[in-house]
């Protein structure tokens, strides 16, 4: 004797696919979560790691000591190698981070520092303007001086410097950022 023997499918074969589509937009979304999301949050990794927090605010020196033209250039200026050396020949020179830095001061390279913070070519900023006007490195740069890698906390975007210049009461005419 035969019986008639129903045998179903666990699963409803488009629920199979929505399933796998699920578990692959997890998987993305995991790896996005561990691998890039956090440099973004911890900045990019650079030639010779620099803390901003060990150096501005454990050691206390002046942002200025370093970025020497942001009040008197439109460009804040990187710190020459040279200046790195003035206090690593003395401070620790047996680091091999600071060996690094030695090494292109002995063969006269500039530190090849990866750019953090951008804007666009037809944006005109003025660092020595906003300082001579008293406006702090974090207003725009966020808490740089508990960073040990610099990441960019704040938009560099238009609606950004509009928001900041009319609770300034600054003016928001094109021709002032846009030559």
């Known amino acids: 004797m035969s019986e008639n023997i129903n045998i179903e499918k666990p699963f409803h074969p488009l629920f199979k696919w929505a399933l796998i ?6 998987t993305l979304w995991m790896i996005y979560l561990v691998y890039i999301q956090p ?4 900045g990019a ?26 009040d008197r250039s439109q460009f804040p200026g990187m710190p020459a190698v ?3 050396v003035s206090c690593h020949k003395y401070i620790i020179p047996q680091h091999p981070e600071i060996k690094k830095l030695h090494s292109y001061y002995d063969n006269k390279k500039p530190i090849p520092w990866k750019r953090v913070f951008f804007q666009p070519d037809f944006v005109f900023f003025n660092h020595k303007r906003h300082i001579k006007l008293g406006v702090e490195c974090k207003t725009c740069h966020g808490s740089i001086e508990q960073m040990d890698r610099v990441t960019q906390t704040f938009p560099m975007k238009m609606g950004f410097c509009v928001t900041c210049h009319r609770q300034n009461n600054a003016s928001v005419e094109c021709y002032i950022c846009h030559h």
């Open 82 to 84: 040279q200046l790195c």
């Open 45 to 70: 990794a650079q030639p010779i790691p620099f803390s901003h927090r060990l150096h501005v605010t454990d050691k206390q020196i002046d942002c200025k000591y370093c970025h020497s033209y942001t």
């Open 39 to 42: 440099q973004q949050r911890i």
């Open 21 to 26: 589509a699920s578990m692959f937009g997890i």
